[in-house]
């Protein structure tokens, strides 16, 4: 028998997308100012605003500029600054004590906006690749990347910056074990109320490249980093992760790099409802912002299109060098 055919198409699709209003009215995700954690890069010096070659449109702020960037964010509607040192190599040691100093550059940031913009959320960043003699994350012991001893020295580095104001500390180190190392320690040390955003699935990726750059550890890394971030072929293993750092006392969970790993994502977020965030990182900004600069994509609407689709992957938010620029389109 023949199916009936009416003499029309059974569901117009094309109905719902006729004009802006309704499309506005059945749209499905929203992209906020809201919803962006912007990375940004510190220095040392005064009035220091340095371009990265491989981040065009991304500059190293000494912290005076850091406070002039997240008082903009802030007024932009901006929540979070996540902040990232560029260490002097001079200060890049085997036993990396730079990162537990009190008064080092992130520490001395973060203290610096919360004095000026306290509403504004500082994130700083746990692992030792900044202040590394070798660039690992962990102490590198016969050539072996060492895991428990880097957690004890971890744990140093997260209680400094919990003591220097940081809201949200984010271990992307990727050893096993400091997050229940860090939750216990912050919570012996009266510091109860601070997050863990734990970098959960992060690969061992060739997108991390201008990051390398922009924090002066390109050239200090030896061999790379595949004994402790993830195999970009797993997708299982990126929900054991997430169990197991929730489980540890993680508040937030991280996919990391963000446009090729949105199916993981995806599967975060159906899992387990937790807070999910993708870390849109260097490399990616850097083919979207290069591409733009040589006119061989319309920048502004490529990079509005990465970060919407983002929300449509189930996170709750991106960490992105995009921030103020997308938050100034946003708020037009
Ligand atoms: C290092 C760290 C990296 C990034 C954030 N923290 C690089 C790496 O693991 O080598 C990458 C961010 C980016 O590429 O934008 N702990």
């Not at 220091?48 to 070659?53: F, N, Q």
């Not at 159906?270 to 083919?287: H, I, K, L, N, R």
Request: aromatic letters at 8%; a negative charge; hydrophobic letters at 40%.
């Amino acid at each position: 028998m023949q199916p009936v055919q009416a003499p029309f198409p059974a569901t117009r699709f094309r109905r719902a997308r006729k004009s802006q209003a309704m499309r506005d009215l059945v749209r499905e995700n929203t992209l906020t100012p809201a919803d962006f954690i912007w990375p940004v890069f510190v220095r040392d010096g005064e009035g220091v605003s340095e371009p990265i070659p491989s981040m065009p449109g991304v500059n190293r702020l000494s912290v005076d500029n850091i406070v002039k960037a997240a008082k903009e964010a802030h007024s932009l509607g901006i929540p979070a600054i996540c902040l990232f040192p560029y260490t002097d190599p001079a200060k890049k040691t085997k036993d990396c004590a730079e990162a537990w100093n009190p008064d080092n550059l992130s520490n001395t940031a973060t203290r610096a906006i919360k004095d000026a913009v306290p509403e504004m959320l500082v994130m700083t960043d746990v692992a030792l690749d900044p202040y590394n003699i070798d660039g690992h994350d962990g102490f590198v012991e016969d050539g072996v990347i060492v895991n428990d001893r880097t957690v004890e020295a971890l744990v140093k580095q997260a209680l400094s910056q919990a003591d220097a104001g940081a809201d949200i500390i984010g271990p992307s180190d990727m050893m096993d074990g400091r997050i229940g190392a860090m939750r216990s320690a912050l919570e012996a040390e009266g510091h109860q109320n601070v997050l863990l955003l734990s970098y959960s699935a992060k690969y061992a990726s060739s997108f991390y490249g201008p990051f390398r750059d922009a924090v002066g550890a390109s050239g200090a890394l030896k061999g790379d980093k595949k004994t402790y971030q993830m195999d970009p072929a797993n997708s299982d293993e990126a929900l054991r992760l997430i169990a197991r750092d929730l489980a540890e006392g993680a508040d937030m969970v991280m996919v990391k790099p963000g446009m090729p790993y949105l199916d993981i994502c995806r599967r975060v977020k159906d899992t387990f409802g937790a807070p999910t965030y993708a870390y849109q990182v260097s490399g990616e900004y850097a083919m979207i912002a290069g591409a733009g600069q040589n006119g061989w994509v319309d920048g502004e609407k490529v990079m509005m299109e990465s970060l919407m689709c983002f929300k449509r992957a189930g996170c709750d938010g991106i960490l992105t060098y995009f921030a103020p620029e997308a938050s100034r389109l946003l708020n037009n």
